[in-house]
Nanobody, 115 residues
Framework: QVQLVESGGGLVQPGGSLRLSCAASGNIFSINAKGWYRQAPGKQRDLVATITIGGSTNYADSVKGRFTISRDNAENTVYLQMNSLKPEDTAVYYC?????????WGKGTPVTVSS
């Protein structure tokens, strides 16, 4: 079992920045990769960025060059630095953790980009 808690969401103006955090607890030794997904009202949950235990990263085309995923191994925390935010980035952002057999999700943190 893995538990995930996201934080850092909120209201930000277009062009602004925000940093999301996701702290993991439980059987953290079993985690192979962590990532961020987002879901806007009425839409499916889409991948934003992932990072493996080895440090490999992957980004959705829509956020490349603007978002950066990173991790703090000592604190079992993954971050999503979001720069140059756009209104279309508005969504609930979810952290996930992947093991060899399971996927775990946090409760989500809302991000609103608006003037």
């Amino acid at each position: 079992q893995v538990q995930l808690v996201e934080s850092g969401g909120g209201l930000v103006q277009p062009g602004g920045s925000l940093r999301l955090s996701c702290a993991a607890s439980g059987n953290i030794f079993s985690i192979n990769a962590k990532g961020w997904y987002r879901q806007a009202p009425g839409k499916q949950r889409d991948l934003v960025a992932t990072i493996t235990i080895g440090g490999s990263t992957n980004y959705a085309d829509s956020v490349k060059g603007r978002f950066t995923i990173s991790r703090d191994n000592a604190e079992n925390t993954v971050y999503l630095q979001m720069n140059s935010l756009k209104p279309e980035d508005t969504a609930v952002y979810y952290c996930d953790a992947e093991t060899y057999r399971s996927v775990y999700w946090g409760k989500g943190t809302p991000v609103t980009v608006s003037s």
